[in-house]
Structure formats: C-alpha cells, structure tokens
C-alpha cells in the first residue's frame, strides 16, 4: 500500500478531483460521536463550573434549564460533573446520528448521480443506433 492519502487514491481512481472527493468521503460515525461528546461535555461542565465559582444570588438562573432534559442536573459542583456525563452522551447520540444520516444521504446522493450519468449514456448510445 502506497503511503498517498486515501482520498489521492480515489481521485485517481476515479479521475475526480481531490476536493470532491475529500467533500463526499465518508465520516466516521464513532470518531464524530467521541468529538462531539467530549466537546459537548466539556462545554456544559465549564458552564457549570464557571456560574459556581462566580457565586451570587441567582446561580444559573438560565443554565438550570437544563434539569428539564437532564435528569438530577443543578447548577453545583456536583451537577457539573453530572453534566459533563449527560452532555458527553448526548453529543455522541448527536454526532453519531448526524454522521450516519450525512453518509445515507451523500451515499444515495452519489448512486442517484451515477446511475442518471448511466443512463444518459445507454440513452446516447441508442440514439445514435438508430
């Protein structure tokens, strides 16, 4: 195996170009969950965590919504961490779903592509048959 990027493989197999290729190469849907997941965790553990550390009367006034879909979540040390869990698992459900429904689309994207080139050709081809 040669040591070119696979999608250089693929634009030369394909005679695309690279930037169409790298546009509709495949996501990987358990690296896109991971990053999202950790992103998302930390943003709502940072969140927390700066609003307690502020102090004041009103902690988190905005920021305890959250409780609505998070369940046991406060506004505290402890529902920081408890935050970062509900986020870290619900930006991997998101960027799981996100990838697997880009590649659905972008895969039947393609194969609509490649089948009306096809039959613009066999439409060709008959044409000049007759």
């Known amino acids: 195996m040669s040591g070119r990027p696979v999608s250089e493989q693929i634009a030369q197999q394909t005679r695309l170009p690279r930037p169409l290729v790298l546009v509709l190469e495949h996501i990987d849907p358990i690296a896109l969950g991971v990053a999202l997941g950790l992103v998302s965790g930390a943003w709502v553990f940072l969140m927390t965590a700066t609003l307690v550390i502020r102090g004041g009367e009103d902690v988190g006034v905005n920021l305890s919504l959250l409780s609505q879909y998070f369940f046991d979540y406060s506004v505290t040390m402890p529902g920081a961490f408890l935050g ?22 972008v895969h039947s994207y393609v194969r609509y592509i490649r089948r009306r080139a096809e039959q613009e050709l066999l439409d060709d081809l008959l044409d000049r048959m007759i």
């Open 84 to 105: 970062l869990l509900y986020g870290a698992v619900a930006g991997f459900i998101a960027g799981y779903v996100f990838a697997r429904m880009r590649n659905l689309l």
